[in-house]
């Protein structure tokens, strides 16, 4: 094995939550495991199995038992299932360095929804190895009683109830009973060597086996494509690798295995090495179904991706298909080369990863604020731009945005969890990270959303976890979005090292959901919660900062209280024992309302009591304003951005000032000023506003390492000119600008695209040594050259604004010229260049 091989195997296995399956390469022990007898189960397993079957291995770990199950019988097919990303990523690397060639890895999550997706692909297994997973599925003996449909018989592996580690101790005892597992499988046989090892001779713990008189010796695929007829798929294995073999065409097509994929209806497309070939042969094909006039249109389960090359599949238009099924070849061609770049990880530069992990831990106003983003980007070139890592599957699918399922955030693990991420970025060559919350990678540059600074202004335990990690995404970062003004200068306040001016500030949008409601609207919604006076609307008033306390204090001063009603929704299901002395005689609603009864409740209302002391926005503001719900409100941090003049203020103390403006809010000609007031001031508020803001910073934010400074000079030196002329070139222009007194100033450019990046640097390195040796000068203390390689369009588009001037060389990249929009870049040669900047300053 090479050093490289070595070196990523190692950081692979540091990556691992917990090494439980000892990790043996070419049959040397690289790393021993927490359980021990993996090789005494393995020669009890391999007696069970018989030739040519198909094994699925659920909770396959680093796959210990699969790959050498697989070389121990290479005519079989091994399905190696592996729900957590750094057990299967391993495995993957195992797989290649071992050279086996008949195992499917898939990262999936494993449930009895999983369970019919897999009868779907294959229409049963004839053997599945459960090893340790089943006490982890909360719904265990449903699970079985499904299996039981699939597989012809199955292995399964228990540990004891009372030594388990894992969350599924009550399962062990409660589902996985052996009468339970006895009414599923018949037969069940005792293994030989349970004896001699821990486990208990009672079948606490054990294997389970039923025999299987009946087995097939293929697994079929169902049909691929359009249901026109029955087709089945079998798959086979043959001295080279796997074999798909298509019955209805008798035809047989070679498959390569060993590619991680990550759903279990991926099974049957297991990819080709090379994309260019892919594309070319599609860009033909459809060329060619062009000329037909029977095609159906083409999808991702028309194709199949095989050793031997793009195989199509069922596109022949029939009279039983929706007229809306009919082949349009750019729209066809456009969603399956999309799905090509998917599978073979071909992605727009650069790449930026964000972390979805606040969809794992809250349903909240930030929640709202990514899923507005992501569905803002869904339908532009910037979807093609981001990958989001979505948190076991709690992050919203929304169509035309990439996701990678990864495992749950863990408060408790949080270095483990930043070398994942940092695998995730090195793998994706991502240029950039982004979290929604707080979670950094190691070594990528990051940009820090803040959505407050509640904790540093109020005061927190900065020893919790989710305190400190904020900070630690803070110190990592490169660069920082703020979603208010007033959030950006605490930031900079806190942290002095942050300029203010170098934060950018994206107002949240408000969606079109919150609008006026009609009254037949708001009828039912009062008659469904029983809603029979004029109410105040209080969201999300809990927490002492939110200051809901002012509210019932003023509230308890109104003469007429007993005429109104009150609704608190966002708070939860308690209402403060404390409070209701302030209310008696009213009646008290505590809704968990959905964003379309929010809505309904804004326009509703009497007025929204909001006398919070701290926003780092301030959303139900926005939202109440867009329903024409009139705003009593505090002149406290953000606030004032969000209503500015169309909001009562109040100081946050003043219980007869809010009392006051609870009596005033209810006039007519005060209503008719601040509800229109509130409708304008809501427009000048907008997703897409903050979505093009966003992806404008974090485009910005993959351009920081050119180091631009207040003047900024690009070249594009011919490479391919002998190296003593563009040595002579590259040294005048640096000796040039080096002398130039406002140097320190200014950073020089130099595009390398033609070119490989560290041969460029090594000539660099020697022009600039060339300068220190001959001429005495340093350029390290004032001039900033930085090496410019391949960009993205959109990079440009962001990058040339910021350009003072291109100098004009005898010998230019014209290649690289044509690809960069330069043409308006003012463009000098070397000395008139000096002489203009002599003049600018």
């Given at each position: ?10 950081k692979?296995i540091?990556?691992?939550p917990e090494?439980y399956?000892?990790?043996?390469l070419h049959?040397?022990l690289?790393?021993?495991g927490?359980?021990?007898?993996d090789?005494e189960?393995?020669?009890v ?8 079957q198909?094994i ?6 680093v796959g210990f038992?699969?790959i ?5 019988f ?6 190696s299932?592996?729900?957590?990303y750094p057990y299967?990523?391993l495995?993957q690397?195992?797989?290649?360095l071992e050279?086996?060639?008949n195992?499917?890895?898939i990262h999936s999550e494993?449930?009895?929804e999983?369970?019919?997706?897999a009868?779907q692909?294959c229409?049963?297994?004839d053997?599945t190895?459960l ?8 719904d265990a003996?449903?699970?079985?009683t499904?299996?039981?449909?699939v597989?012809?018989s199955f292995i399964?592996e228990?540990?004891h109830?009372?030594e388990?580690r894992?969350?599924?101790k009550d399962?062990?005892?409660q589902q ?7 009414q ?9 060597y349970e004896?001699t090892?821990h486990?208990?001779?009672?079948l606490?713990?054990s294997?389970y086996y039923a025999?299987s008189?009946?087995y097939?010796?293929q ?7 359009y249901?026109?007829?029955?087709r089945s798929?079998?798959l ?10 298509k019955s209805?065409?008798n035809?047989?097509?070679?498959a390569?295995p060993g590619?991680?994929?990550?759903d279990?209806?991926?099974?049957g497309?297991?990819l080709?090495?090379s994309?260019?070939?892919?594309i070319?042969?599609?860009e033909?094909?459809?060329?060619r179904l062009?000329?037909l006039?029977?095609v159906a249109d083409l999808r991702?389960w028309?194709?199949?991706f095989?050793?031997?090359g793009?195989?199509?599949?069922d596109?022949?238009?029939?009279n039983d298909l ?5 082949f349009n070849?750019?729209q066809?061609l456009?969603?399956?080369k999309?799905y090509l770049?998917s599978i073979?990880?071909?992605h727009a530069k650069?790449?930026?990863i964000?972390?979805g992990?606040?969809f794992?831990?809250y ?6 604020v990514?899923?507005s983003?992501l569905q803002?980007?869904s339908?532009?070139d910037?979807?093609?731009h981001?990958?989001?890592l ?8 929304i ?8 495992p749950?955030y863990?408060?408790n693990?949080t270095?483990a969890d930043?070398?994942m ?5 090195d793998?994706?060559e991502?240029e950039?990270f982004?979290s ?6 190691i070594d990528?540059p990051?940009?820090?959303m803040?959505?407050?600074?509640i904790p540093?202004v109020l005061g927190?335990n900065?020893?919790?976890?989710m305190?400190r ?10 660069a ?5 003004e007033?959030t950006?200068?605490?930031?900079a306040?806190i942290f002095?090292?942050i ?7 994206a107002?949240?949008g408000?969606?079109?959901l919150?609008s006026?409601?009609s009254?037949?609207?708001l009828?039912?919604?009062?008659y ?18 939110k200051?809901?306390i002012l509210?019932?204090?003023?509230f308890s001063?109104l003469?007429?209280r007993?005429?109104f009603?009150?609704?608190?929704t966002?708070i939860g299901?308690m209402f403060?024992?404390e409070l209701?002395t302030?209310?008696?005689?009213s009646?008290?609603h ?6 379309e ?6 326009s509703?209302a ?9 926003e780092g926005f301030?959303?139900?503001l926005?939202?109440?304003m867009a329903?024409?719900c009139?705003?009593?409100t ?12 169309a909001?009562i203020y109040v100081?946050d103390n ?7 403006a609870?009596?005033e809010v209810?006039?007519?000609t005060?209503r ?6 509130g409708l304008?001031q809501a427009?000048k ?5 903050m979505a093009q803001t966003?992806?404008?910073a974090?485009f910005?934010?993959t351009?920081?390492s050119?180091?631009?400074k207040?003047?900024n000079l ?6 391919s000119q002998?190296?003593d002329?563009?040595g002579?070139?590259?040294t ?5 600008l080096?002398?130039?007194p ?8 130099i ?12 000539f660099?390195?020697?022009?600039t040594?060339n300068l220190?040796?001959e001429e005495?000068l340093?350029i ?5 050259i930085?090496?410019v ?5 959109i990079q ?6 910021r350009?003072d001037a291109k100098?004009?060389l ?8 044509a690809?960069v ?8 040669e070397l000395h008139?260049?000096?002489d203009?900047l002599?003049?600018?300053?």
């Open positions: 094995m090479s050093t490289n091989a070595e070196t990523n195997l190692e692979l540091d990556a691992l090494v399956q000892s990790i043996y049959g040397k690289i790393r021993e927490v359980r021990a007898n090789f189960r393995l020669e397993i391999k007696n069970y199995i018989k030739p040519k198909t699925l291995d659920i909770g396959s770990n038992f699969t050498n199950l697989a070389k121990l290479p005519e079989n097919i091994f399905v299932i592996e729900k957590q299967a990523r495995q690397e195992l797989i290649k050279g086996v060639n195992i499917i890895l494993v449930s009895t999983w369970l019919c997706s009868a692909a229409t049963y297994f053997v190895l090893l340790s997973v089943l006490h982890h599925i909360q003996e449903d699970f079985l499904n299996l039981n449909q597989s012809k399964m228990l540990p109830p009372d388990s894992v969350c599924g399962v062990l005892k996985l009973t052996l009468e339970k597992i006895s599923v499988k018949p037969v069940f046989i005792k293994m030989p004896a090892t486990c208990d001779t009672d606490k713990r294997f025999e008189p009946n097939q010796r697994s079929i695929f169902p049909y691929i494509g249901p026109l007829q029955p798929y079998i086979k294995a043959d001295s080279e690798g796997l074999v798909i073999h209805h065409l035809q047989d097509i070679k390569i590619i991680l994929i990550s279990v209806a991926q099974i497309q297991v080709m090495p994309y260019e070939t892919c070319q042969k599609i033909t094909e459809f060329d062009e000329q006039d029977n991702p028309n194709i199949l095989t050793k031997d793009l195989q199509f599949i596109y022949q238009y029939t929706d007229s809306n099924l009919k070849k750019n066809d456009d969603l399956i999309n770049k073979f990880r071909i650069p790449q930026i964000i972390d992990v606040f794992q831990l349903r909240t106003g930030i929640a709202r990514w899923r983003l803002q980007w339908n532009t910037f979807a093609k981001i990958l989001v979505d948190r076991v599957n709690t992050a919203p699918q169509p035309g945005i990439r996701y990678c399922t990864i749950y863990d408060y693990n270095e930043k070398q991420l940092q695998q995730i970025c793998e994706e991502a950039l982004i929604s919350y707080y979670t950094t990678p990528t990051s940009v820090f803040a959505y407050d600074m540093e927190a900065f020893d919790e976890p305190w990690e904020k900070h630690n995404g803070i110190k990592h970062a490169s920082y979005i703020t979603i208010s007033n950006a200068k605490d930031l306040q002095p090292d300029p203010l001016e170098s934060i950018t500030v107002h949240c408000v969606d079109s919150f006026p409601a009254e037949d609207e009828k039912v919604f009062k469904k919660y029983g809603i029979n006076k004029p109410y105040f609307l209080l969201v999300g008033a809990s927490g002492d900062y200051n809901g509210f019932f204090k003023a001063q003469t007429s007993y005429g009603d009150i609704i608190c966002g299901g403060e024992p209701r302030y209310t008696s005689g009646t008290v505590i809704l968990q309302l959905s964003d009864e929010l809505a309904l409740a804004y509703g009497v007025a929204l009591v909001y006398p919070s002391k701290y301030g959303m139900p926005l939202e109440a329903c024409g009139p705003v009593i505090c002149p406290n941090a953000s606030i004032p951005e969000v209503t500015a003049e909001a100081n003043d219980v007869e000032g809010l009392t006051n609870l009596c209810q006039k007519p005060v008719q000023s601040l509800i229109p007031a304008a427009k508020f907008s997703w897409t506003k966003v992806s404008s974090l910005n934010a351009l920081l050119l180091n631009l207040e003047t690009i070249i594009f030196p011919d490479w002998p190296e002329e563009l002579l070139e590259l005048e222009i640096i000796k040039e080096a002398n130039y406002q140097s320190s100033n200014t950073t020089l450019l595009s390398i695209s033609s070119i490989d990046a560290e041969e460029a640097a090594m660099l390195s020697s022009v040594m220190l040796m005495d340093d390290s203390e004032g001039l900033e930085v090496p390689g391949n960009l993205a369009a440009w588009e962001v990058l040339l604004p350009i100098i004009i005898p010998n230019e990249d014209e290649q690289a010229l690809e929009p330069v043409e308006n870049l003012k463009s000098y008139s260049l000096i203009q002599s003049i600018s300053s």
